[in-house]
């Protein structure tokens, strides 16, 4: 019983340590949605990801051996150029991670693509999509994070023995996390409509994301360049960047703030 209890504690840190992308990206694409809408859509798309989750949890525990195994009319080799073996555990990464770095670079461009605007007009100028179709893509990018961290789990509760109670575990896990997941998307939406600056930031952090996934996908895929394998982005390397992106956004913003504090005073 302590070990399962042990086991859970461990899975449910680790759901919440993964998730950190998955909300940012929630809380991100929620803000698409009719300003009226956009609780609502966080709240619906956590809670059928949840189920969807389980779902796929499920279905992992009953055909992992079929993700990890390499498909042989996706595996091939170019002489001295591309070597690759696609499984269908690299395939929904790297869709997912190329997904991920179209969106954030869309979104880039977006903000800085309004020069010829007036201020009025750039004050209104807002894409916004149905509720529904946010939904969707909440749901179908959460589906994405999750697929490591389930798989992850898997390994964790692989010294329990009895199947039905390692299953269990890793259900109660998703549900807890998917709980904070709704507590905390809602809070960090609402830091980022106060503080409009670090959208740009969240959006970089997000593009970091999916080049980490695209790694990931390419290393699963055993994909080698000219003989050389690619090599994932680590956890470490990936919380390293995005500490040195936090610190360099606060440096800049206090640096901004002391430019225009010295230039009020030499304008008086």
Excluded: C
């Amino acid at each position: 019983m302590l070990e399962v209890i042990f086991t859970l504690i461990m899975l449910i840190l680790l759901q919440a340590v993964l998730g950190f992308d998955n909300l940012l990206y929630i809380s991100l694409e929620s803000k698409k949605a009719p300003l009226e809408d956009q609780k609502k859509v966080r709240k619906k798309g956590i809670l059928i990801a949840i189920i969807l989750r389980i779902v796929l949890l499920f279905l992992l525990v009953s055909i992992i051996d079929y993700f990890q195994e390499p498909f042989y009319f996706l595996s091939g080799e170019i002489t001295d150029v591309l070597k690759f073996a696609f499984n269908g555990h690299s395939i929904i990464v790297l869709l997912g991670g190329g997904f991920i770095i179209y969106t954030a670079i869309k979104e880039i461009w977006h903000m800085i693509s309004t020069k010829g605007l007036e201020v009025s007009e750039m004050a209104t100028e807002k894409r916004t999509k149905s509720s529904n179709a946010v939904i969707f893509s909440i749901v179908l990018m959460n589906l994405v994070f999750s697929f490591d961290s389930i798989l992850a789990a898997i390994g964790l509760t692989s010294e329990i023995e009895n199947d039905t109670t390692a299953f269990i575990v890793m259900a109660i896990a998703i549900v807890i996390s998917g709980l904070l997941m709704l507590i905390m998307a809602d809070r960090i939406s609402v830091f980022l409509s106060k503080n409009r600056m670090y959208e740009v930031l969240g959006l970089f952090i997000l593009f970091i994301v999916g080049i980490m996934l695209v790694t990931e996908g390419g290393h699963l895929a055993h994909i080698k360049i000219f003989g050389e394998e690619i090599v994932p982005m680590s956890k470490t390397t990936f919380y390293f960047v995005i500490a040195i992106l936090v610190i360099v956004d606060i440096v800049q913003g206090r640096y901004q703030k002391k430019l225009l504090t010295e230039k009020e005073v030499s304008a008086k």
